[in-house]
């Protein structure tokens, strides 16, 4: 099985070079890279931040003016007759959204491009935010029917934004199912590797990987993403909006006991994030878009603002206007980036681990993904027994970031098939074969092997479905701002097609008429 393994990840050797082409583009050009100040920035920076603060200006900073009535919508209680509550579908995109990025990607960052990386993931957040309005909204326009539950998302307003062709709608979902596909072996390896971690910790023994307890684990994972997927969306939902809170607030408190017990090195991390962001160290080149390209590049991969990736759960909502889940999907990217990813750039930055002899070392997909977040954990709580509890929490949080990804990127997936074919029969068949490829990371971690190539599919699709997805959303740009004027007057007229100037919004006509 091993050779078998180490066949397949040197098949995908090919995966890094260009995904780190397509991120670096055109900078790994020396006429582009000698231009002062944009020959630091690569086209997916420029994209990314520049359709962000595009959106920003010409949204009147919607992310803060309307920042508040989001959180009100997302807290109102209401009953649903059809598809989920704003507030189920929010925590289905934080299941996605918070995941192993929020620690290993920070992690990686940091130790590529220093705490100024950190800085730059906050700026990329807060232009994010815009940019996730822009795709939640889109969702929500476009979204359709599919007996008592929604489908939307990507898939969808693609398809109706570039000619209602059936091919391009076929297309997007197997872009966004094969991204997925890619993405699920890391997750399971995340979860069960883990779990061990865990286990070990509380055992006070070192478990094998090809052991009876990693098999067993291995098997009651996928047995319950299997109960749990094969149940539809809304069963997927009651289980997202008990984990993610639970799972946050483990987190935040972990860390900020860290923090406090660390206190004395709070001003050394803002004093490193902001001098690092503009003065980055020579050990790391002296390139500012070095620093720049790695915060954008892990908040990305972090809070996926721009992929379209979690327009889905968007669209599953019943939401009273389109835009009401856009401010949603703009606070989503908030808890994930502004605050998630902040408290592990605290962990990281304070340990001073990323500033060792051997900082170029020290991260390395080739090993346990979060062995590296957990030596800055160590030199945190030196010699206490804080150590092994705040470590084992750690794991716990990354275990359970690791499965509610998995169980959105299946979800999603399901969601992108219904633009292929809604009979019940392929449905299943895309769920099977997420629980198929989750199985094969487990056995990965089982074979002792890290297939850190395939991890790689993860910055590839980032920066593939970015290309792909950020054109349509300004495409359709415009029924975005025209839904905007309208929900900011707040005149209690319905939303129709009409308010955007369409004639094929159905279920937003079908409901107006109702009312």
Same mark, same amino acid.
């Given at each position: ?102 620690? @290993? ?10 705490? &100024? /990386? %950190?800085?730059?993931?906050? +700026? $990329?957040? =807060? ?124 987190? @935040? ?10 206190? &004395? /090195? %709070?001003?050394?991390?803002? +004093? $490193?994030? =902001? ?241």
């Amino acid at each position: 099985m091993q050779k078998i393994f180490e066949a397949i990840n040197d098949i995908f050797s090919f995966i890094e070079p260009v995904s780190d082409f397509l991120w670096e583009f055109p900078t790994n050009f020396e006429w582009y890279a000698k231009i002062p100040v944009l020959g630091s920035f690569s086209l997916a920076i420029i994209l990314l931040l520049g359709s962000g603060i595009f959106f920003t200006f010409k949204l009147g900073f919607i992310q803060v003016t309307h920042f508040k009535r989001g959180v009100k919508a997302m807290t109102e209680k209401r009953s649903v007759k059809m598809g989920i509550s704003p507030l189920a579908a929010f925590m289905l995109s934080s299941a996605m959204r918070v995941g192993p990025g929020n620690i @290993i990607g920070v992690t990686g960052a940091i130790a590529t491009g220093g705490p &100024g /990386a %950190v800085f730059w993931m906050w +700026v $990329s957040a =807060f232009f994010g935010m815009a940019m996730a309005y822009m795709e939640g909204v889109l969702a929500q326009i476009f979204k359709e029917k599919k007996n008592d539950e929604f489908v939307g998302g990507l898939p969808f307003y693609g398809r109706k934004l570039l000619g209602n062709k059936i091919w391009v709608g076929v297309a997007l979902s197997v872009l966004y199912i094969l991204y997925a596909l890619c993405c699920l072996p890391a997750q399971g390896f995340n979860v069960v590797s883990s779990l061990g971690g865990m286990a070990e910790i509380a055992t006070g023994t070192t478990i094998a990987t090809d052991s009876f307890f990693y098999y067993i684990t291995g098997v009651l994972v996928v047995a319950l993403t299997g109960v749990i997927v094969f149940g539809g969306i809304k069963k997927v939902t009651k289980w997202t909006d008990k984990i993610v809170p639970v799972m946050a607030v483990i987190y @935040i408190v972990t860390v900020l006991t860290l923090v406090f017990l660390n206190i &004395g /090195a %709070v001003p050394y991390f803002f +004093v $490193s994030v =902001f001098k690092g962001a503009f003065t980055p160290e020579a050990m790391f080149g002296g390139l500012f878009g070095t620093v720049l390209a790695q915060g954008v590049k892990r908040g990305l991969m972090s809070n996926e603002a721009g992929q379209g990736t979690i327009t889905m759960s968007a669209a599953a909502a019943d939401a009273k206007h389109p835009c009401e889940q856009g401010l949603l999907a703009s606070i989503g990217v908030f808890l994930d980036t502004i605050i998630i990813c902040t408290l592990s750039g605290f962990v990281v930055v304070m340990a001073h681990c990323w500033n060792s002899a051997s900082a170029s070392e020290w991260f390395s997909y080739k090993k346990l993904p979060l062995s590296q977040f957990n030596l800055s954990v160590a030199e945190l709580t030196p010699g206490t027994a804080m150590n092994a509890l705040v470590t084992f929490l750690t794991m716990l949080c990354f275990a359970l970031f690791a499965y509610t990804t998995l169980l959105g990127m299946i979800s999603f997936s399901e969601i992108a098939a219904n633009r292929i074919r809604k009979d019940k029969s392929f449905i299943n068949t895309v769920r099977g074969i997420g629980l198929f490829v989750t199985a094969f990371g487990i056995l990965c971690n089982i074979a002792g092997l890290g297939l850190n190539n395939l991890w790689n599919f993860s910055d590839l699709g980032n920066v593939l479905i970015a290309y792909v997805n950020i054109p349509i959303v300004f495409i359709g740009a415009k029924y975005v701002f025209r839904a905007t004027e309208h929900y900011k007057k707040n005149d209690n007229t319905p939303f129709t097609s009409k308010v955007i100037g369409r004639d094929d919004c159905a279920f937003w006509d079908e409901k107006a008429k109702k009312e």
